[in-house]
């Protein structure tokens, strides 16, 4: 007869958990303003978005905002903005870069 392990027992056997999560990728990120044009392969777009540092879940509300006719500011991870950009116009979204907008009287360092 088969005896059931405790819950206990069970998360013994499963190993050690990692003590931290992975870091965050090393490429750049990058604030775009997207605009949907005819978007036929949404979930595709929504995959190109989690690629590139979307969870899904905000992958998926992005998608959603174009699909209703909304501009949408993201910022997104890439090595190459300009193959980003075509990437997204493949798959019917105009993308444009944005500059960051500091608060009003805050500046990075070196700039005045």
């Not at 690629?51 to 006719?69: E, I, M, P, Q």
């Amino acid at each position: 007869m088969q005896t059931r392990s405790s819950l206990k027992e069970a998360l013994e056997r499963r190993g050690a958990i990692p003590a931290e999560s992975p870091g965050q990728s090393t490429f750049p990120r990058v604030r775009l303003l997207v605009i949907a044009g005819r978007i036929e392969r949404p979930v595709d777009l929504i995959r190109l978005f989690k690629g590139h540092g979307l969870s899904l879940k905000a992958a998926h509300a992005t998608v959603d905002r174009l699909v209703a006719g909304n501009q949408v500011a993201t910022e997104l991870q890439t090595d190459d903005i300009d193959a980003l950009i075509g990437d997204l116009a493949a798959l019917g979204v105009t993308a444009r870069r944005r500059a960051y907008q500091y608060p009003r009287g805050e500046t990075t360092a070196g700039e005045e």
